[in-house]
């Protein structure tokens, strides 16, 4: 609808702003499976190097133990050495499932909570941090590192004046 000027009904009125003119592609020099067969190989190309160092990596580990007699208290043992090497290694969501793993055969080993309250700080899941941390505490009261856990989950989740308070209960400890 156009606009109304002195009484009347204006046309509207259009302008052409592109102008687009289509042709056939001229047929490519060389065949598409043959294109596609040079680019899979040169992909293959590129890749057969770390193919070869992932192949020298797996060659270089060494075997799995034999776990058929291994208490609990083995596998937490394993299970929170990989936990460890994993947090060495900024790996921090890997790290709390092993750290979890722990837990599940040593539920009573205060330090399996604290690392893996660590990694959930690290992770921003402070909610879980706190609750690893507090379960800490209720195993270790003593223990000034549990009061740290505390404080650092705290600060995440911005209680200021508590997280305040668990630091200077551990620094008590």
């Known amino acids: 609808q156009g606009q109304k000027i002195s009484g009347q009904a204006s046309k509207p009125t259009y302008i052409s702003c592109l102008q687009i003119t289509l042709t056939k592609a001229k047929p490519s020099p060389k065949p598409w499976p043959k294109l596609i067969n040079e680019n899979v190989l040169a992909l293959e190309r590129d890749s057969a190097p770390m193919l070869e160092e992932l192949k020298a990596k797996s060659a270089l580990r ?68 706190l609750r690893d941390a507090d379960k800490c505490i ?3 009261s003593s223990w000034p590192k549990a009061y740290f856990r505390q404080g650092q989950a705290l600060r995440g989740l911005q209680r200021w004046e508590d997280a305040i308070n668990a630091f200077k209960e551990g620094r008590f400890r």
């Open 138 to 140: 209720s195993l270790n």
């Open 62 to 129: 060494a075997p799995s133990p034999d776990r058929t007699n291994w208490t609990p208290q083995d596998h937490a043992k394993e299970s929170k050495a990989k936990g460890d090497a994993c947090f060495k290694n900024c790996e921090w969501r890997d790290g709390s499932v092993y750290y979890t793993r722990a837990i599940n055969n040593t539920p009573e080993d205060h330090k399996l909570y604290s690392n893996r309250s660590a990694c959930y700080c690290k992770l921003k899941k402070y909610d879980k941090a």
